[in-house]
């Protein structure tokens, strides 16, 4: 039962590098979601999808790109690292089907930004 | 728009005495609501959930949580507070009908003393 898988867990970047997060989920989910959490400020979005090929902005999505080819696969890309991006990030999906809804996450990536 | 608003940081709560973390919330038409807790240094785990009906919800962990539509608030609860229950707590909602990607809160830290 792997559920979701975030990787790389811990990275560390200097300031305009770029990278992709890693996120997989194999309970054939059709949504999924990107979250970044900061101390007092809870879970926020950046991006989520609804399915294969479709994808959205959330609340905080500037600096980053999302994909969505597969199913199985979101992965989020930071395509010019900033300190302002030193952050832990989420990958959830979700069935989203009524009684049996709710988010699954992934382990996190710790990324911090020099 | 979605959101939800946990107004306090932090609970601090004796062991054996019940437990309450507060959650209201603002959507433009019936919510669906969740808990998430998050335990030291792992990922965010699913608590409880309000669709519809009973407005009283039993979930993980013996952890209750009560819907009040005029008051708009969705508190967790639980009658006798364990040490273990220490972690970060997180409500959130979604708009029924809407985006299955809900809106979290800033989170509310409950510390459980022995």
């Known amino acids: 039962n792997a559920g979701v898988t975030q990787t790389p867990k811990f990275q560390v970047l200097k300031t305009g590098q770029s990278m992709t997060l890693q996120c997989a989920q194999d309970m054939n989910h059709e949504y999924m979601s990107w979250y970044r959490q900061d101390p007092g400020m809870g879970l926020r979005l950046i991006h989520y999808?609804?399915?294969?090929?479709?994808?959205d902005q959330g609340e905080v999505p500037n600096g980053y790109n999302v994909s969505r080819s597969t199913t199985e696969d979101f992965p989020l890309r930071l395509l010019s690292a900033a300190p302002s991006q030193t952050s832990v990030y989420f990958c959830?999906?979700?069935?989203?089907?009524?009684?049996?809804?709710?988010?699954?996450f992934g382990s996190g990536t710790q990324l911090s930004v020099l | 728009a979605q959101s939800v608003a946990q107004p306090e940081d932090q609970v601090n709560v004796a062991e054996g005495n019940p437990l309450t973390v507060k959650c209201t919330y603002s959507v433009s038409g019936n919510p669906y609501l969740f808990w998430y807790v998050q335990y030291p240094n792992r990922g965010l785990q699913f608590l409880l959930k309000?669709?519809?009906?009973?407005?009283l919800v039993k979930g993980s962990y013996g952890f209750e949580a009560e819907f009040n539509k005029s008051q708009t608030s969705f508190h967790l609860k639980k009658p006798s507070a364990l040490v273990s229950d220490s972690a970060l707590y997180f409500c959130a909602v979604r708009l029924s009908g809407g985006s299955y990607i809900p809106t979290f809160g800033r989170g509310t830290s409950l510390i459980v003393h022995p």
């Open positions: 959830a999906s979700s069935s989203g089907q009524g009684y049996n809804e709710k988010l699954f």
């Open positions: 999808s609804v399915g294969a090929g479709i994808t």
């Open positions: 309000y669709i519809t009906g009973d407005n």
